[in-house]
């Protein structure tokens, strides 16, 4: 007897925001397939901004409409092994029933899709969409809760990408990506990356329960999730803390640029360290360094000892910042004429992923 | 030896700390220990221009003074006023120093161009904020001259800063002769008070230039980052411009200086009485920036008249540095020349 297929009718249903994750999940029930989401922030609305997008190499069309879900049709070109190739797949795009300006592309198809097509596309539509990173501590936090919160009996981690922030002996700060299988439990893993001052880039994880088939799972630093089962799950577990840091990201990081206040006041934003992160002279030297490294940008240190003020220029959009280290738990971003959300995000990101990790938050001057 | 590039490095630290320094003076009056907030009742100015009365308006050498500009000016709602001068260096000559006290005491004076219904205040303080290296030499001068060629009738008080480089730099103000009127800022003096940078962060990122000329490479970076920039980002080809290509941006002199003046001057200071504030960047400032850019390629003048500047706007790694490297070419030339003249 054939198959019943499940995936056409799935594509051909007018989907609804608020049904659409609980019917993923009947489909992974029923069908051999990866879910892979790409949580995302934009002011655009996306389904404006990809109908019709033609930039070469790439091109998308709208197939579907419903409610708060959209279906696309992404037409890419690449290369493999020297030939041109031409390929096409189907993506949605889940609106937030909540937040606004959140959304998540969501496919169905396969990883050479999602990787030739899909995450290029969305990456590419930067600084018009930005997506977010979940910090060491939060992605900790968050499958330690994924974990008890849906009873599995056993989370292992079974392929990880980590980064480590690297000092080698002449200063210069270098990011080393690390491949590993790391066979440790969570705890072990995650304690061993932090003192070695890395990150996870990503992290591939198995779930069991005594009463369910296992389910593999993967989570990227920006959010970014693939899964073979508990669609719904993850969604809660994962993508939904995600969707709601970039909206946290869209308030604070919104409305900071001096032009669009009144008498061009300044908006500062902080990272808190939480720690005497530059109680040592010496680290002066390395933050400017992590900052040199900073691509598409202009880092310009208009004093570097003992106190730090830089100008930072970012070369996508043309926001630019005075960084300032005025004491040894905080950095000062002072967002100039133009602050844009993406330009904040991405610098943020930057000092993250090359130096050290905070938390965000609005300036309040401590006398 | 020094490189010529340290060497701006340094005018430009000096350059921030004399704006910080009248930032931080400004502020003893303008903040409100007991609520942590700005008083709305209280103007400050800067580089603010005030007419002599008619005794002050010749000098004993007989030449006119149409007006004078104190560097700082407060004017609290319900307390004498204060006008004074800023000095992070005094010249090693001494016999130059009267200048300084010269001008001091042309603000001692029934002035007119107070921000007040008819101009002018009853009475006022005169101060002097020195760097603390000069501070000692500086009051033994004004004790030996006191009487003679210095004579004040109104309230002159001297106040030596420094600033701390500590983890937590701030800047240190302490009184080194005279009273001020207001005794709270007075009484705090006498010891000294540390102000940390870090309360007036805001006002450092809003406020980069004061009525006096910068050096040349932090001016060209201001209008680089805050003129220039703007307007290539507005092109369709600016994302993708690659580092060995270019934007042609044209603009008026009088937009560089009325951006930066909106955006980096104590303009946002003294916005409701912006009628006898100076116009910071001076035109001139702004023309030697522009003549320093076609010189090095970066720009051409569009017209004869030098009213618009053509900028051939690249994206550079350090904005700073490279403008810090242009202009020390010149200061090595200058040096050389020195050297054999």
């Known amino acids: 007897m054939a198959k019943l297929d499940f995936i056409t009718p799935f594509y051909n249903e007018k989907h609804n925001q608020n049904t659409f994750v609980k019917k993923l999940d009947s489909l992974l029930a029923s069908e051999d397939v990866d879910v892979r989401a790409i949580p995302f922030g934009s002011l655009h609305n996306p389904v404006a901004l ?57 496919t169905l198809e396969d990883s050479s899709f999602y990787l030739r097509g899909l995450l290029p596309f969305i990456q590419g539509q930067y600084p018009k969409i930005i997506q977010t990173f979940i910090t060491h501590k939060k992605l900790r936090r968050l499958l330690e809760e994924f974990k008890t919160s849906n009873g599995f009996s056993e989370l292992t981690i079974v392929r990880a990408s980590q980064r480590f922030r690297i000092r080698e002996t002449d200063e210069r700060q270098k990011i080393v990506p690390v491949v590993s299988w790391p066979d440790m439990d969570l705890k072990e893993a995650f304690d061993w990356v932090y003192q070695n001052n890395g990150w996870f880039r990503s992290v591939k994880f198995e779930v069991k329960t005594p009463l369910s088939a296992s389910a593999s799972i993967s989570l990227t630093r920006q959010g970014a999730v693939r899964m073979n089962h508990h669609c719904e799950k993850v969604f809660a577990g994962f993508v939904h803390p995600v969707f709601k840091t970039l909206h946290e990201n869209i308030q604070i990081f919104g409305h900071r640029s001096r032009r669009d206040n009144v008498n061009l006041t300044a908006k500062p934003l902080t990272i808190d360290f939480g720690i005497e992160q530059f109680a040592d002279v010496e680290e002066n030297k390395r933050f400017i360094q992590a900052m040199q490294l900073m691509g598409t940008a202009s880092t310009s240190v208009i004093h570097g000892n003992p106190y730090i003020h830089l100008t930072v220029i970012d070369y996508y959009d043309g926001s630019t910042f005075d960084l300032w280290v005025l004491s040894a ?25 090359t130096y050290a990790e905070g938390d965000i938050k609005d300036y309040e001057v401590a006398v | 030896m020094k490189k010529p590039q340290d060497e701006i490095y340094n005018k430009i630290d000096d350059y921030e700390q004399t704006l910080h320094a009248i930032v931080g003076f400004m502020n003893f009056y303008r903040y409100d220990d007991d609520a942590r907030k700005m008083k709305e009742d209280v103007t400050v100015f800067q580089g603010r221009r005030f007419d002599p009365s008619p005794e002050k308006a010749v000098t004993e050498n007989g030449d006119k003074v149409t007006q004078v500009t104190p560097d700082l000016g407060v004017l609290p709602a319900s307390a004498e006023g204060v006008l004074g001068e800023v000095k992070k260096s005094f010249p090693a000559d001494e016999t130059r120093w009267m200048k300084t006290f010269k001008q001091l005491m042309s603000y001692d004076d029934n002035l007119d161009g107070w921000p007040t219904k008819d101009g002018k205040l009853s009475s006022h303080d005169i101060v002097l904020l020195l760097h603390q290296t000069r501070a000692a030499a500086i009051k033994r001068y004004y004790e030996a001259n006191s009487g003679k060629d210095i004579k004040f009738t109104r309230p002159f008080t001297m106040i030596q800063f420094n600033r701390a480089d500590e983890r937590r730099p701030y800047f240190f103000f302490q009184k080194t002769t005279g009273n001020l009127t207001d005794k709270s800022v007075d009484t705090k003096l006498i010891d000294g008070v540390s102000v940390p940078m870090e309360i007036f962060v805001t006002t450092y990122s809003t406020v980069k230039i004061y009525d006096s000329l910068p050096p040349l490479a932090y001016l060209i970076e201001l209008i680089w980052t805050n003129v220039v920039l703007p307007r290539a980002s507005d092109t369709s080809k600016f994302p993708a411009l690659r580092k060995n290509q270019k934007i042609e941006v044209t603009l008026s002199v009088d937009d560089i200086v009325n951006e930066l003046h909106n955006g980096f001057s104590f303009h946002g200071l003294s916005k409701d009485i912006a009628d006898r504030q100076p116009k910071v960047p001076k035109r001139e400032w702004i023309m030697s920036a522009c003549e320093k850019l076609v010189q090095s390629d970066e720009a051409s003048w569009v017209d004869t008249e030098k009213s618009q500047i053509k900028v051939y706007f690249r994206k550079y790694d350090s904005v700073m540095s490279h403008f810090i490297d242009i202009c020390a070419d010149e200061q090595e030339e200058d040096a050389q020349i020195t050297m054999f003249d």
């Open chain 1, 50 to 106: 990809f109908d019709g997008y033609d930039h070469g190499s790439r091109n998308v069309r709208l197939l579907k409409t419903g409610t708060g879900v959209s279906l696309f049709e992404l037409t890419y070109l690449y290369k493999e092994n020297d030939k041109d190739r031409k390929a096409k797949g189907r993506f949605f795009v889940y609106e937030h029933p909540q937040y606004p300006s959140v959304y998540a592309a969501v």
């Open chain 1, 329 to 353: 738990h905080q950095l000062i971003i002072v967002p100039q004429m133009k602050g844009s959300i993406a330009a904040i995000k991405r610098l943020i990101n930057h000092i993250y992923d």
